[in-house]
C-alpha cells in the first residue's frame, strides 16, 4: 500500500515552446517539478495535511498532484490554469481540490477554480474553513502553456 501524504504545497509555471509539448514540459520546469513523474490523481488532500513550501522533489520520483494546464498556439493569447484547495472546518475530513483552465486573466480562471472549490466542499455537506489557490499565466507568443498544481508530499 502506498502511504498517505502528510504535506501538500502549490506551483505554478508558464512557457513558450517549440511545439505544445514542449511548451508544457516548459511550464512544469518553471513550476519546479518538470524533472519528475507526475501521477495525476483525483482532488482529495488528506485530513491533517501541512501546507509547506515547494521542496526540491528527487529526480525521477513518482510524485502525486492534482492539476490544471492550458496550451495555446494562438499567438497574442491569455491563457490561465488554476488550482484551489477548499479546506472543511472539520479537521477530520479531507480537503477538495478543484482544477480549472482556459483562456483568460489570472483573475478571473482563479475566481472560477475558487468559486468551485467552495461549491464543491459544500456538495459534501461540509463548511468551508480556508480556500488556497494558485494560477499560472502566459500570454501566448507562439505555442504556449500554463500550468498550476497541488502536490502532495510526504
Not at 519528475?36 to 526540491?56: A, D, F, G, W, Y
Not at 475566481?111 to 467552495?118: D, L, P, T
Request: charged letters at 15%.
Amino acid at each position: 500500500m502506498i502511504p498517505t501524504p502528510t504535506k501538500y504545497f502549490l506551483v505554478s509555471g508558464s512557457s513558450e515552446g517549440f511545439m505544445p509539448l514542449n511548451a508544457f514540459d516548459g511550464s512544469l520546469l518553471a513550476s519546479g517539478i518538470g524533472n519528475c513523474n507526475l501521477v495525476k490523481m483525483s482532488s482529495i488532500i488528506p485530513p491533517n495535511c501541512q501546507r509547506i513550501e515547494p521542496v526540491t522533489i528527487p529526480y525521477g520520483a513518482l510524485v502525486p498532484v492534482a492539476y490544471a494546464s492550458k496550451i495555446s498556439q494562438v499567438p497574442g493569447e491569455i491563457i490561465s490554469a488554476a488550482v484551489a484547495a477548499a479546506f472543511p472546518v472539520d479537521e477530520s475530513k479531507p480537503a477538495l481540490i478543484m482544477e480549472y483552465s482556459g483562456a483568460g486573466h489570472q483573475e478571473e480562471v482563479e475566481q472560477i477554480v475558487i468559486n468551485m472549490a467552495e461549491v464543491g466542499l459544500k456538495t459534501r455537506g461540509e463548511d468551508v474553513k480556508e480556500i488556497v489557490s494558485i494560477c499560472g499565466t502566459h500570454q501566448v507568443d507562439h505555442t504556449g502553456a500554463a500550468f498550476a498544481g497541488v502536490v502532495l508530499w510526504y
